[in-house]
């Protein structure tokens, strides 16, 4: 085998990267915002400073997580095809 169908690129490493820390933050700051709610802090309290920014992270992370995993998953099927395909010209 020219290269290990198991070892990743910088950029499935990136990617893989990017999309766990961007969904765990996405979580965390869902789950900051409904604990804020919960606690009594009001709407007025809510709509200024950085819970407007907390709030957009939960909203917009997970649909670019998730579209960074899809992108994570067609790289790696390219780089496997590309790599059997090399190894059956051989």
Do not use: C, H
Request: avoid cysteine; charge should be positive.
């Amino acid at each position: 085998m020219s290269r290990d169908l198991s070892t990743p690129s910088a950029l499935e490493r990136f990617l893989a990267y990017a999309a766990v820390t961007l969904i765990v933050a996405s979580v965390g700051s869902f789950f900051a915002t409904l604990i804020a709610a919960l606690l009594g802090v009001s709407r007025q309290t809510l709509a200024v400073g950085f819970w407007p920014v907390l709030t957009w992270v939960g909203y917009v992370g997970l649909p670019v997580g998730f579209g960074l995993v899809l992108a994570l998953v067609l790289v790696t099927r390219n780089r496997r095809l590309r790599s059997l395909g090399d190894e059956k010209n051989r």
